[in-house]
């Protein structure tokens, strides 16, 4: 099964910061990779699809990067509506594996 | 709308069985997989199975292989989860998630708002 792991698992930064957070796959996943914003006790939301690709309707300030094994979300300029925890999942091939987590907490 | 609706989670005892439902809506169900994702208390996310479009092919994770089973109703729209010889470590807020595009791996696009399921003596 491919692990994934991400880091910070906590991230604390201001209104204002670009922040990054990193995720590392066990295996090559090519770029079948998503990120996914998830606040509390509300389900996820896809935010990244295909290492890069923007949903429709997430704002232009949340970017990801990578391929093979290294992958990055960043937020271009950390706004109030951010703070959250963020994972990756990749969908390589089943079983399909979600890293620990991020959270974003303000500084 | 497009949206997930689940529901049958409760409290059940060690051993015992539950049967989640998942009613979606908004889009056409039979043309995209299907997953089941978990969370437990304060925890991350664990994927548990996925069910291919036209339920020709089910997916398990290994800690519920062997206990739980997948199954869709196209003619219903309805995915569910049969869950039996449940444990502690299955208690969670089980979400329904759809695939975004037509591939039978994928992202999930839409999510339901979950259903708590509580496995206690």
């Known amino acids: 099964d491919i692990q994934m792991t991400q880091s910070p698992s906590t991230l604390s930064a201001s209104v204002g910061d670009r922040v990054t957070i990193t995720c590392r796959a066990s295996q090559s996943i090519s770029r079948w990779l998503a990120w996914y914003q998830q606040k509390p006790g509300k389900a996820p939301e896809l935010l990244i699809y295909k290492a890069s690709s923007l949903e429709s309707g997430v704002p232009s300030r949340f970017s990801g990067s990578g391929s093979g094994t290294e992958f990055t979300l960043t937020i271009s300029s950390l706004q109030p509506d951010d703070f959250a925890t963020y994972y990756c999942q990749h969908y390589n091939s089943y079983p399909l594996t979600f890293g620990g987590g991020t959270k974003v907490e303000i500084k | 709308e497009v949206q997930l609706l689940e529901s049958g989670g409760g409290l059940v005892q060690p051993g015992g069985s539950l049967r989640l439902s998942c009613a979606a809506s908004?889009?056409?169900?039979?043309?995209?997989?299907m997953s089941w994702v978990r969370q437990s208390l304060g925890k991350g996310l664990e994927w548990v199975s996925a069910?291919?479009?036209?339920?020709?092919?089910?997916y398990y994770a290994d800690s519920v292989k062997g206990r739980f089973t997948i199954s869709r109703d196209n003619s219903k729209t309805t995915l569910y989860l049969q869950m039996n010889s449940l444990r502690a470590e299955d208690t969670a807020v089980y979400y329904c998630?759809?695939?975004?595009?037509?591939?039978?791996?994928?992202?999930?696009?839409?999510w339901g708002q979950g259903t708590m399921v509580a496995v206690s003596s």
């Open positions: 908004g889009f056409t169900f039979s043309s995209y997989a």
């Open positions: 069910i291919s479009d036209s339920d020709d092919n089910t």
């Open positions: 998630a759809k695939g975004r595009g037509d591939y039978q791996v994928d992202a999930f696009d839409i």
